[in-house]
């Protein structure tokens, strides 16, 4: 769905209109306070190279969150701030690879039924022109890509990324997701690889397990077994380095007609590890926990 922001605010303008008591408003305060008490130190070479993160990201109840949005913020905080991000998410699937707007593109507000202050969020982000032509450099000269002048953000990207980066002062684009076979997702992030050598982020964003048709909305609390059982199965083989069981994911995951009736939020992953140095060398995992009995793991390989 989009939707009509507010023409002419800017990202801190139109945040400052959200309800004091919101938790989103509270984020910001902590993300202010640690900022003054600690400067987030950009990337430089010197630091090797950015790693790339899996992040399970959510609508617009991420944002009420408190615990989730923390956990975000701080393991953004704990990296040097990149150089740019390049981002994969669930909600932008392509026959042939398109990048975001190089211009000034409003978001996209690709979700129905909430408060009217979600569609009037905002998240104007840097140029991003010198991030496009990196994009396009490591890509075979085969490879087409297209530049979709109309589209922003959707909210795979700028939720997950408004939380983690809440000054909107790192340049942003969104690469489509062109197929959810792992095996060519995986070959994607092996090319998106060398951009971690110049500072550049890069980012899956889906969920670890997203089955909503079956949650138990009467009882949110409860993981259900598909998706307990998803998860442990995700979580093991993540923690071997198992590619090879991970992009089988089909016929070995418990659960998964359940836990994943349709593959999109599953597959960014793929595109993570193929960006990994060594993507059989494990993942660490700064986020593990439930949302409506969905699992909220979000993991970082080197």
Do not use: C
Not at 130 to 135: C, D, I, Y
Not at 167 to 179: C, I, N, W, Y
């Amino acid at each position: 769905m989009l939707s009509h922001p507010l023409p002419g605010t800017t990202t801190a303008a139109a945040d400052a209109t959200l309800p004091a008591g919101h938790p989103f408003a509270a984020h910001l305060r902590h993300a202010a306070a640690r900022a003054a008490a600690e400067e987030h130190r950009t990337w430089t070479p010197d630091d090797g190279a950015m790693p790339a993160l899996f992040v399970s990201h959510g609508a617009p109840p991420t944002f009420e969150d408190a615990a989730w949005m923390r956990r975000l913020h701080d393991w953004a905080h704990d990296l040097p701030r990149p150089r740019a991000v390049l981002i994969v998410s669930a909600h932008w699937e392509s026959d042939e690879l398109g990048l975001t707007s190089t211009a000034p593109t409003e978001l996209v507000y690709d979700f129905g039924g909430f408060a009217d202050h979600y569609y009037r969020m905002r998240y104007d982000t840097p140029d991003n022109r010198a991030l496009a032509q990196q994009v396009v450099s490591v890509l075979p000269d085969t490879q087409r890509v297209f530049e979709h002048r109309g589209r922003g953000l959707d909210h795979g990207a700028w939720v997950p990324l408004k939380i983690m980066y809440p000054e909107a002062d790192v340049p942003v684009l969104q690469l489509s997701m062109p197929t959810h076979d792992p095996a060519a997702l995986f070959a994607l992030g092996r090319r998106l690889r060398r951009l971690k050598e110049e500072g550049v982020l890069v980012v899956g964003s889906g969920f670890m397990t997203h089955g909503l048709p079956y949650v138990d909305w009467r009882r949110p609390d409860v993981v259900p077994g598909w998706s307990a059982d998803f998860d442990a199965w995700a979580a093991d083989a993540l923690a071997r380095g198992d590619v090879e069981e991970l992009q089988d994911f089909a016929h070995r995951a418990p659960g998964l007609p359940y836990a994943h009736p349709t593959v999109e939020h599953f597959a960014p992953l793929f595109v993570t590890l193929g960006a990994a140095a060594d993507p059989t060398a494990g993942v660490s995992t700064p986020v593990s926990d439930w949302m409506v009995g969905l699992s909220t793991r979000s993991v970082q390989v080197a």
